[in-house]
Every structure is written in C-alpha cells, then in structure tokens.
C-alpha cells in the first residue's frame, strides 16, 4: 500500500514537472519569437518614425525610433518634390495589369499541366523549372533587343509584358500543385452533364480556386509594385513614365540626399503593399498549404 502510493506520488510529480517544463519551453519560445519579430520589425518603424522627423533630428538622433518633433509636412513635400502623383498612377497601372495578365494565363497553365498527360511533360516541366535559377542580368539583353523590334520600348506595356512573362513559371507551378490537390468528383460530374476541357476550368475549376488566385495575386503585385530593375530599363529615356520604386531617386541628389523624404516616401510606397496584404492574409495560408500538399 505504501510502495502504491509512493509510485502515484511519484508518477504526479512526474507529470507536475514535465508540464512546468513544458511550460517553460513554451514562455521561451515565445520570448525568442517577440525579440526576433522586434528585431525584424525594427528597421520598418525606424523608417516610420525617420519620415516625420526634421533632417536635424534625423542625424541627431540616429537609430532612434521616436522623433522629437512630428513633421507630418514630410509627406504632402516628399508626393509633391518628386511627382509621386504620376509615379503611383504608373505603378497602379502596371500593377493591376501584370497581376490580371499572371492569373489568367497562369491559372489556364497549371490547370492543363495538373489535368493532362503528354510524352515529355517531365521533361519540359524541368526545362521550365530552369528558367527560375536564371538571374535578370543575363536575360535583360535579349529581352530588351525583343522589346526594342517591337516598337514598345519606353512605355509602361513594355513593363507589363517583360513583369508578366517573368511572374509566370513560379505561378503556374502554384496553380499546378493546387489543381492536382483538388479532388476530381466535382469536375467528373461537369464532364458527365456535357462539359468540355474549357468550361470546366471556367465554370467549376477557376471559381474553387479562390485561395490559390488571391495568393498569386499577391505574390504578382507585390513583385511588380516593388521591380526596380525592369521600369528603370525599359524607361530609361521618359522619366515620365518611372514608377514609385524608380521615382525614390528623386530624393538622392548628385551631393545630397534627403532622407526625411526618402522615408517618407518610402511608406506611401509600402502602403499599398499592407493594404492588399491585410485583405488577402486569409486567403494566403490556404492558397499555399493547397499547393504544397500536392
């Protein structure tokens, strides 16, 4: 009777002790994950607070976050300065479009790789899995050559057209892996009442892939809102036509920077970007747990 009740004394301690421990881990965790997202965060709130602080401030203080005088006029001077009027035009334009151009062709190309069997599919989905580890700096060229014949450069189609081409691989290999996710009973049934390859992408494949469309549109205008290198070539010569990631060097000058502006500008740039992240955020995590399950 004693040896019982020692041996249940000692299995409570036991557990009483694995789950102070268990605990422990878990507070640490999470400590560990609140330092790293302050450290991660920081270099955004510094920017924040740097883009309503006077310059004198803004070398006084260093890295300090919190200004000591709030210069809300850093804002409407830095959108005024540097035409950030027509740069966020631009940059909405061949946002919007690049995003509508990668859904549609994308969606169409990994539904008729994810539903369809032909010799070499392995073998081309190789070829064009290479096409990722290209750097830009060695396809520009020819690229800017094509774009040169055609009669588009210095004009925001160019942009749109070399963004779009450029966005398409890693998309249609999201929509392939989500399609093939996707459970065939619901589209058997649309073959059976007459359907063909088309209207069942259109009228029961493309409507149920509501997550995978919002996760590639965001990952497309995130990409094209912030692309620097593509606007700044393809519109080197009608300055007119920059977006708001090539519009920033208005603020750096051949002998002076100013920064409060700089910073300034670079939240109005990343507004956007929050924005249609907040809207999208529930639809992301299905989106992208739904290709890669398959």
């Given at each position: 009777?004693?040896?019982?009740?020692?041996?249940?004394?000692?299995?409570?301690?036991?557990?009483?002790?694995?789950?102070?421990?268990q605990k422990g881990a878990f507070g640490l965790t999470h400590?560990?994950?609140?330092?790293?997202?302050?450290?991660?965060?920081?270099?955004?709130?510094?920017?924040?607070?740097?883009?309503?602080?006077?310059?004198?401030?803004?070398?006084?203080?260093?890295?300090?976050?919190?200004?000591?005088?709030?210069?809300?006029?850093?804002?409407?001077?830095?959108?005024?300065?540097?035409?950030?009027?027509?740069?966020?035009?631009?940059?909405?334009?061949?946002?919007?479009?690049?995003?509508?151009?990668?859904?549609?062709?994308?969606?169409?190309?990994?539904?008729?790789?994810?539903?369809?069997?032909?010799?070499?599919?392995?073998?081309?989905?190789?070829?064009?899995?290479?096409?990722?580890?290209?750097?830009?700096?060695?396809?520009?060229?020819?690229?800017?050559?094509?774009?040169?014949?055609?009669?588009?450069?210095?004009?925001?189609?160019?942009?749109?057209?070399?963004?779009?081409?450029?966005?398409?691989v890693f998309s249609t290999f999201l929509f392939m892996g989500?399609?093939?996710?996707?459970?065939?009973?619901?589209?058997?049934?649309?073959?059976?009442?007459?359907?063909?390859?088309?209207?069942?992408?259109?009228?029961?494949?493309?409507?149920?892939?509501?997550?995978?469309?919002?996760?590639?549109?965001?990952?497309?205008?995130?990409?094209?809102?912030?692309?620097?290198?593509?606007?700044?070539?393809?519109?080197?010569?009608?300055?007119?036509?920059?977006?708001?990631?090539?519009?920033?060097?208005?603020?750096?000058?051949?002998?002076?920077?100013?920064?409060?502006?700089?910073?300034?500008?670079?939240?109005?740039?990343?507004?956007?970007?929050?924005?249609?992240?907040?809207?999208?955020?529930?639809?992301?995590?299905?989106?992208?747990?739904?290709?890669?399950?398959?």
């Amino acid at each position: 009777m004693g040896v019982s009740s020692l041996s249940r004394g000692q299995q409570k301690s036991g557990i009483l002790f694995y789950k102070v421990r268990q605990k422990g881990a878990f507070g640490l965790t999470h400590l560990i994950l609140l330092v790293g997202g302050i450290i991660w965060m920081y270099p955004f709130l510094w920017m924040l607070g740097s883009s309503l602080k006077t310059n004198a401030d803004f070398f006084d203080q260093g890295l300090n976050i919190f200004p000591r005088q709030i210069e809300w006029s850093n804002y409407p001077n830095a959108w005024n300065e540097a035409s950030f009027g027509q740069f966020f035009g631009n940059t909405v334009i061949v946002a919007g479009s690049t995003v509508i151009l990668v859904l549609l062709f994308t969606a169409m190309a990994g539904y008729a790789l994810a539903r369809t069997e032909f010799p070499g599919k392995k073998l081309l989905l190789g070829l064009i899995a290479l096409t990722l580890f290209l750097p830009h700096g060695y396809t520009i060229l020819p690229v800017f050559d094509l774009v040169q014949h055609l009669g588009l450069l210095n004009s925001l189609t160019s942009i749109i057209l070399v963004q779009t081409a450029g966005g398409m691989v890693f998309s249609t290999f999201l929509f392939m892996g989500y399609f093939s996710s996707m459970e065939r009973e619901i589209e058997d049934a649309a073959r059976v009442d007459g359907a063909n390859f088309n209207q069942r992408f259109w009228m029961v494949m493309f409507p149920l892939a509501g997550p995978m469309l919002a996760t590639v549109a965001l990952f497309t205008f995130i990409g094209a809102w912030n692309s620097f290198f593509i606007p700044l070539v393809f519109t080197l010569g009608t300055p007119e036509l920059h977006t708001l990631a090539v519009g920033m060097y208005a603020f750096i000058g051949e002998n002076s920077t100013n920064w409060t502006y700089l910073a300034a500008g670079s939240v109005i740039t990343l507004g956007p970007i929050m924005v249609v992240f907040v809207l999208l955020q529930r639809y992301f995590i299905n989106g992208v747990a739904g290709a890669v399950k398959s």
